[in-house]
């Protein structure tokens, strides 16, 4: 092979947490010592990323040019990428994820995969493609151009009218329409004015927002700079879980980066713009994602919402107008302001413009992030790009919304989505959770997980929140316990639409929403619970009752096995199950050997 | 080395006094307490008391918000964290025997921290090793088919690691 | 201040009627004015908006949600609904919800009859119940010698921490923890007797519930007035008899005197005294120590230092004006050290044997009470202190008809007051009642015009000017710790702004004191209207008197002659003054923290 025949590479390897979990972090290792060891350092560049939203095929390593994307990666297919791939020319068939074909303007380059089939990045269009934390990186994907043009261009005004025509609507869960937003903290009185981002993201399962920080860091950046010049604001806060150590130190050095490339700071790029962002670290309260509450935790107290008007647009953070939008909703700006209104306006459904991610987990066969335009359907997401239910399992549900959402059954899985159809269809599409269940899913345990994370996040401001969601919990619990008694659904569903018309904030208006919807979709499944003690899923471990079939020999295994002394039985004989002992540990059904302990 | 109180002081304080410049200097409690919890481990109340006077803020109010944020410790935690399953199995097992030898042994109350900060007693639910009741979990491990007199020996196993390990560290250092 | 412009009248519906209202307020205070009167817990017109009860829900058109009528304003056009079944069910879960949470113990609670929540439950029809599950379980507080703290009554409506807070700037207490396990406590959930609590009171005064009291001694007091061998002294304050008839049921301003001297003698005391003669006492003392200080005998401004609650506040929050305040005992104190010096001694008794009571309408009056520093030859001047509220149930628990009682006279020889030792219960008072004596023993003239009106009334902080023999006076009244706290910063500025500066602890004077009767069933704590009442009471009594300056009090003269010399003596010094230090935990007023 001739000198000059040596090619260049790019490899990416993933860095998100599912990933490092599965050893990504020696993989880097391993890789510098064989490039090292070949000689080939200089022309080949390892690049982190974040999260690639491919969290069950991980690790994942990604070479360029060619975009081939290797998955399941170990330490000991290193040798061979390097030898085969990057000096032969010749990509591993066998490590490559490689479905079927389909092109978007953003991604062409992920658009080799099957998982990236029906999605379209915007807010993620760079990650897992730029090293986050290179500024040149994201200059060279014409990071910093949408603000060069507003600061040369277009009038703070004509920013605002932009964002409006553009129809983009909040991503952090109600779906209030940003440009709205912009133009009111625009034309408030009152200086200084604030910027926030809101990057404290807290729905179990939901990491959109730390990944596109992990992975774009000068997006949210560049978004939130265009937000500060159309709203006449020159301070911005983002405000980010202490638990994001990954997101917050990228972030530290975007900006960081930022200020010496003039970009942040005072006269940006030359002009007579002036601006500043500065790190609020959050403390563990899923509350502080409502904005009053946020504000009053970048003020150093307690996060606990307050009654709204005066909405934050006219006083909000330190009394001042604040203009806040969350990470998803930030990185969309450079996008609108680059590629036009209209062509963003085109994407999505009538109410709903531009695109949704969306992160999918529970029983489906892919796991991960997905950005999909609005308007495409739930089963796309969870059978085209999700790959369907795992384990060949039954759909029984998909939860959207986390906290906040509600359980759709199958008869809504052709709903398009969006902020309206959704609300519609019962739940919500809050910042973009997606929870599929399946057949081995009890949905009055799954309503009393969601009620249990929500009443314990309860800030315990408001009388409905604090003590409606608690005798909610109770009565799930006793429902789930077997105590359930006649007359509990309707007072589940008395108190929860209560609370959701008369709490103070989102987390209360919201909270009953995960039992409400499967009281409505499900109910036979809580009148089973009530009525016949029965839990069709047996998720629910109290009203499980043990009996041993005629499969017994009576070997004994379980009657030694069993903790309590529950179960009695001579050698070679059918053994007895004493349920008024039993405390339905399972380990006879763990045990046995022979099928003949019956379990319902 | 191990910091000395006085040097954590110091450090707190250079900390608080990088934000008296600031606008809404009182707005930086938060960002103070996370520094505090990083030096100290937890909240103290002396240290508190520190942060009230710094930094001008009522010491309820630094209460109310050290309070209402769980990312925020309120007591030490030790090194080793004990968790006595308290599950019907493990209960009938007799856990409470366990749980009343680990007291003694210590001589601290459940949600305690021993004063060497090497041990935190809490209770937990099921398990999910009924097999092995009575069972506790120290740290990610579990030991089970525990009694009274086997539970002090294991407890007195990890001092006596943590001793070592202590010794090992002092001699390096030298 | 609202001009008449932005207060534009708006047309608004009312469960489908037509109203004109006042624009630029809430939706509660327009229906106010059009006759609803919304259910509500957490609202208080002088404590910033919480929203947090729910309890005043209504619907508007237009409106997913239901909308809490204290914190939203009302705009031209909104069409309201106060009576819709859901709203109404609402409400009523919400205060099943707060019910569910809060021992039910009603008919042994020192709040049955008077409680916020209860005549809530009634009103909004609560005769079943759905939801019960568990409840708080949490220490009741009784170090305190003035307040007790019961978490378990507590219905986290946070009036408590926002009058601590933004009336009085004290902070003491805030909410701590979160959610279900949401508890209202001091820092650290140190004993109330260890936090930077003033004694004031006013979490009493403004709670709906019994989870703050008065640590009540009623019963111990009992015992003593049925104990042969003791004497019984008591003294009651001048707003004692200002507002005690309220707690009868009667309207407020009813000056009560006569009534409460033939009250007292019948509970069983023995001597019934004034605390207005030793208000008088206290002017003597006073007027002579501003007069040294104005002469370059001590540091000005003087500040006064009748309140327990601001002596405590001092101590801890303003330690470095200690020298600027009056070493003047309060009149409560000046009262007991008399009895038990000169009083006891004339009379051939033996002052162990002597039990002061003092009738007030302040709970930090207990914590004084305790203060080593007031005492006299090892004995504390004052024994016990009762509440106003106390007193009243315990004529009630006597069976007296207070309503038919025949007005008696006071014990002489400390029993006459002036106008002057009247007016001592108002804001303002102790300031007026000074200058119209200082005035005279300054010029030796005396002063015609004894009614300061700069002074009445319940401005925050009221300023005004005296001008004595060509020299001009410059003085502040500040009532409530806030404001006292305005006054203060000023102070430390501008230390020669001011000669004279009055402090009470309590929003009004002692009349607006912690031991105050709770508000009646229409009415919020504090309301202005009643403490306005109260205070013309008080100088209704005042205006009728025959003397109104304290130095022309017979009585006091005569102590002076017989006994402590003149103003300021060696033994005035001994019996009447005292000192003050510094002390821990040292207050922190936040000029940005809010109540959150």
């Known amino acids: 092979m001739k000198k000059d025949d040596k090619r260049q590479y790019a490899l990416i390897l993933c860095d998100g947490p599912a990933c490092l979990r599965k050893k990504s972090k020696n993989l880097e290792e391993v890789i ?290 604040t203009l806040i939008n969350n990470v998803e909703t930030w990185a969309n700006i450079p996008v609108i302001i680059l590629d036009g209104a209209d062509w963003f306006s085109s994407i999505g459904t009538e109410t709903s413009k531009g695109t949704k991610v969306f992160a999918v987990a529970g029983k489906v066969k892919n796991t991960g992030l997905v950005e999909v335009p609005m308007g495409t359907t739930l089963r796309e997401i969870i059978y085209d790009i999700a790959g369907g239910i795992a384990d060949d399992k039954k759909f029984k549900a998909v939860q959207t919304g986390g906290p906040s959402g509600g359980c759709l059954p199958e008869e809504y899985l052709d709903t398009k989505i969006d902020y309206e159809s959704l609300s519609k269809a019962g739940s919500i599409m809050g910042s973009g959770g997606m929870i599929v269940i399946d057949e081995d899913s009890c949905m009055v345990n799954i309503s009393k997980f969601f009620l249990e994370f929500t009443e314990n996040e309860s800030c315990g401001k408001c009388t409905p929140c604090r003590e409606g969601t608690k005798r909610m919990l109770e009565i799930l619990t006793r429902i789930t316990d077997g105590k359930g008694e006649e007359g509990d659904i309707e007072k589940l569903e008395r108190l929860g639409n209560m609370i959701k018309k008369a709490s103070l904030c989102g987390l209360g208006q919201s909270a009953p929403n995960p039992v409400l919807s499967t009281i409505k979709n499900f109910r036979e499944e809580y ?64 045990i046995c050997k022979f099928d003949a302990i019956d379990r319902r | 080395m191990e910091q000395t109180l006085d040097n954590k002081q110091a450090e707190l304080k250079t900390f608080i006094d990088g934000f008296r410049d600031k606008e809404h200097f009182e707005s930086y409690l938060i960002a103070v307490l996370h520094k505090a919890q990083e030096i100290h481990g937890y909240l103290k109340k002396d240290v508190m008391d520190d942060i009230a006077r710094e930094m001008n803020i009522p010491t309820s109010h630094i209460w109310g918000v050290a309070t209402f944020y769980h990312y925020f410790n309120l007591k030490p935690i030790g090194k080793y964290k004990i968790s006595i399953c308290l599950g019907t199995a493990c209960y009938v097992k007799g856990a409470e025997r366990i749980l009343n030898a680990v007291k003694k042994e210590l001589g601290i109350e459940m949600g305690d921290t021993t004063p060497d900060e090497l041990f935190t007693l809490q209770i937990t639910r099921c398990l999910g090793a009924c097999g092995l009741a009575p069972v506790a979990m120290i740290n990610d491990k579990i030991h089970g088919e525990l009694t009274a007199e086997k539970m002090v020996d294991i407890l007195r196993k990890y001092r006596k690691a943590a001793m070592a390990e202590a010794a090992e560290k002092a001699k390096e250092q030298q | 201040m609202e001009t008449i412009a932005e207060k534009k009248m708006i047309n608004v519906t009312v469960n489908n009627k037509p109203y004109k209202v006042g624009g630029n307020q809430t939706i509660m205070q327009a229906l106010d004015e059009v006759g609803f009167r919304i259910p509500r817990l957490c609202y208080h017109p002088k404590l910033s908006i919480e929203g947090a009860c729910r309890v005043c829900i209504v619907e508007v058109e237009g409106m997913r949600n239901y909308v809490a009528s204290c914190a939203f304003p009302i705009l031209e056009g909104m069409k309201i609904r106060t009576d819709s079944n859901d709203v109404r069910r609402a409400r009523r879960d919400i205060v099943e919800l707060i019910l569910d949470n809060h021992p039910e113990d009603c008919h042994v609670c020192e ?296 007005p008696e006279k006071f014990d002489t020889p400390l029993g006459v007051s002036s106008g002057a030792g009247v007016i001592f219960g108002v804001t303002g008072g102790v300031m007026e009642a000074a200058l119209r004596t200082a005035y005279e023993l300054y010029t030796g003239e005396t002063l015609m015009d004894i009614e300061m009106n700069d002074l009445r009334g319940f401005k ?84 009728t008197r025959t003397i109104r300056r304290s130095h022309e009090n017979p009585d006091v003269q005569r102590i002076y002659k017989e006994f402590l010399g003149r103003p300021l003596s060696a033994l005035s010094h001994k019996i009447l003054h005292t000192h003050y230090k510094a002390k821990e935990p040292r207050g922190i007023i936040s000029k940005e923290t809010k109540v959150r």
């Open chain 3, 111 to 406: 709040r049955d009859g008077n409680c916020e929540l209860q005549r809530l439950a009634y009103s909004m029809g609560i005769r079943k119940r759905h939801f019960v599950g568990e409840k708080k379980h949490y220490e009741k507080d009784l170090s305190s010698p003035s307040v007790i703290r019961d978490p378990n009554k507590c219905i986290l409506c946070g009036r408590c921490v926002r009058m601590c807070a933004e009336i009085q700037k004290v902070s003491a207490l805030r909410y701590a923890h979160r959610g279900f396990h949401t508890v209202v406590m001091p820092a650290y959930n140190m004993p109330f007797s260890e936090s930077v609590c003033t004694a004031c009171g006013q979490c009493i005064s403004v709670c709906p519930t019994a989870s703050f009291v008065e640590k009540g001694n009623c019963m111990e007091l009992f015992d003593k007035l049925t104990n042969p061998d003791i004497i019984k002294i008591v003294q009651i304050a001048p707003s004692v008899r200002a507002s005690i008839g309220e707690a009868f049921n009667l309207d407020p301003g009813r000056a009560m005197e006569g009534e409460m001297a033939a009250t007292l003698r019948k509970l069983g005391f023995d001597y019934v005294f004034d605390t207005q003669f030793s208000a008088d006492l206290t002017i003597m003392e006073e007027a002579s120590e501003f007069l040294d200080r104005l002469q370059g005998k001590g540091k000005l401004p003087m500040i006064t230092s009748c309140s327990s609650a601001w002596m405590k506040c001092m101590e801890q929050f303003y330690p470095d004006l200690i020298d600027n305040v009056s070493t003047c005992k309060s009149p409560m104190s000046m009262m007991g050290s008399l009895i038990k010096t000169h009083f006891a001694a004339k009379n051939n008794m033996d002052p162990k044997k002597i039990f002061t009571v003092a009738v007030m309408c302040c709970t930090a009056k207990k914590y004084e009470a305790q203060r080593p520093e007031l005492q006299v030859d090892e004995m504390n001047p004052t024994d016990m202190v009762i509440t106003t509220r106390e007193i009243a149930w315990m004529i009630k628990c006597a069976g007296i008809d207070f309503l038919r009682i025949k």
């Open chain 3, 460 to 543: 925050g902080i009221k300023e005004g000017k005296v001008v004595m023999d060509g020299k001009e006076i410059r003085i502040a009244v500040a009532h409530g710790l806030g404001n006292a706290n305005e006054v203060l910063e000023v102070v430390r500025k501008e230390p020669d702004r001011y000669h004279f500066v009055e402090i009470m602890g309590c929003p009004g004077g002692c009349i607006g004191g912690g031991g105050q009767p709770y508000a009646n069933s229409n009415s919020e704590p504090l309301n202005e209207a009643c403490l306005k009442k109260r205070a013309e009471a008080l100088y209704g009594l005042d205006r």
């Open chain 1, 32 to 321: 510098k010592q064989e490039l090292d060891k070949r000689g080939m350092a200089d022309r080949v560049r390892l690049t982190l990323s974040g999260c690639l939203g491919m969290c069950d095929k991980g690790p994942i390593l990604i070479v360029n040019p060619g975009y081939v994307i290797y998955g399941g990666v170990t330490e000991h297919d290193i040798p061979a990428i390097v030898e085969q791939h990057l000096i032969n020319g010749e990509p591993i068939a066998r490590l490559e994820i490689n479905e079927d074909h389909l092109f978007n303007r953003f991604f062409r380059v992920f658009g080799d995969v099957g998982f990236f089939g029906k999605q379209m990045r915007i807010t993620l269009r760079n990650c897992g493609i730029i090293d986050p934390e290179k500024i040149d990186d994201y200059l060279s994907v014409r990071g910093y151009e949408a603000l060069a043009k507003v600061l040369t261009d277009i009038s703070p005004e004509d920013v605002v009218k932009e964002i409006k025509k553009s129809g983009l609507r909040g991503r952090g869960g109600a779906g209030y329409p940003t440009g709205i937003k912009w133009e009111l903290t625009r034309k408030s009185e009152g200086s200084p004015k604030y910027v926030i981002c809101n990057a404290d993201e807290g729905d179990p399962g939901a990491f959109m927002d730390r990944s596109a920080i992990e992975g774009d860091p000068h997006t949210v950046i560049e978004g939130m700079i265009i937000g500060g010049y159309a709203t006449g604001a020159d301070k911005g806060f983002v405000y980010i879980r202490a638990e994001y150590p990954l997101a917050i130190k990228r972030l530290e050095k975007a900006l960081g980066e930022a200020k010496t490339h003039g970009f942040l700071g005072k006269n940006i790029m030359g002009s007579d713009f002036s601006f500043d962002i500065e790190i609020k670290l959050g403390a563990g309260a899923f509350v502080c994602g409502e904005e009053t509450a946020l504000i009053h935790s970048i003020e150093g107290s307690r996060g606990m919402p307050r009654p709204r008007p005066p909405f934050p647009s006219v006083s909000g953070l330190f009394g001042k107008p």
């Open chain 1, 527 to 590: 009148e089973e619970h009530i009525k016949e003690k029965k839990c069709r899923a047996s998720a629910c471990i109290a009203l499980l009752s043990y009996t041993i079939t005629d499969k017994c020999i009576g070997c004994m295994a379980c009657r030694r096995a069993c903790p309590v002394n529950a179960i009695s039985g001579e050698p070679k004989v059918k053994h007895v199950v004493d349920k008024t002992r039993c405390v339905k540990c399972g380990l006879c059904f763990n």
